[in-house]
T-cell receptor
């Protein structure tokens, strides 16, 4: 079974630009979560999508948005990039169900390394 | 709220043991443990659920004290391959709540 894939793997942008990152979950997984990872801060939860609906959102500004398509693939978008947005962005898919599923393991993709200059 | 992990970093020699702790200020339903090697994605190690159920690798052991909202990961007879950053993720209910991860514990095993 193919794992979680993320594209692109590396991205360099300048302040003020916008960026779109893509995540393809493991086949059959309907839940996709996004995390921002920076040195010393661990994994900061951005949002979770399930069946094309955002059902959880972390404490990030509105510049961070996402969506999920009918095939469960997900994209996240960051508009008006700031230097502090430089990070590794990880997506994870799981078998979380409609009603929840915090007992399901998450499978992480390799991440997209975003550098904002 | 983000769970607190301790220690922040630890260095071990091969064969030594280590304990990594994860505490939360909220009542917990589940605790997840993941390991991330440098430049790689986090990899699932174990889930501990309220009520005592555990899912994960046979060679990894962990505990979950529901009353204290704490979990500990036990690494025994460490090997070089154990090196990496260990993250705990916590969920406050069985339902529709996201995992909140700690800042991680960096473990280095040296020969």
């Amino acid at each position: 079974k193919a794992g979680v894939t993320q594209t692109p793997r590396y991205l360099i942008k300048t302040r003020g630009q916008q960026v779109t990152l893509s995540c393809s979950p493991i086949s059959g997984h309907r839940s996709v979560s996004w995390y921002q990872q920076t040195p010393g801060q661990g994994l900061q939860f951005l949002f979770e999508y399930f069946s094309e609906t955002q059902r959880n959102k972390g404490n990030f500004p509105g510049r961070f948005s996402g969506r999920q398509f009918s095939n469960s693939r997900s994209e996240m978008n960051v508009s008006t990039l700031e230097l502090g947005d430089s990070a590794l962005y990880l997506c994870a898919s799981s078998l979380r169900s409609q009603s929840g599923g915090s007992s399901n393991e998450q499978f992480f993709g390799p991440g997209t390394r975003l550098t904002v200059l | 709220q983000q769970p607190v992990q301790s220690p922040q970093a630890v260095i071990l020699r091969e064969g030594e043991d280590a304990v990594i702790n994860c505490s939360s200020s909220k009542a917990l339903y589940s605790v997840h443990w993941y390991r991330q090697k440098h430049g790689e994605a986090p990899v699932f190690l174990m889930i501990l659920l309220k009520g005592g159920e555990q899912k994960g690798h046979d060679k990894i052991s962990a505990s979950f004290n529901e009353k204290k909202q704490q979990s500990s990961l036990y690494l025994t007879a460490s090997q070089l391959s154990y090196s990496g950053t260990y993250f705990c993720g916590t969920a406050s209910s069985s339902g529709n709540t996201p995992l909140v991860f700690g800042k991680g514990t960096r473990l280095s095993v040296i020969a």
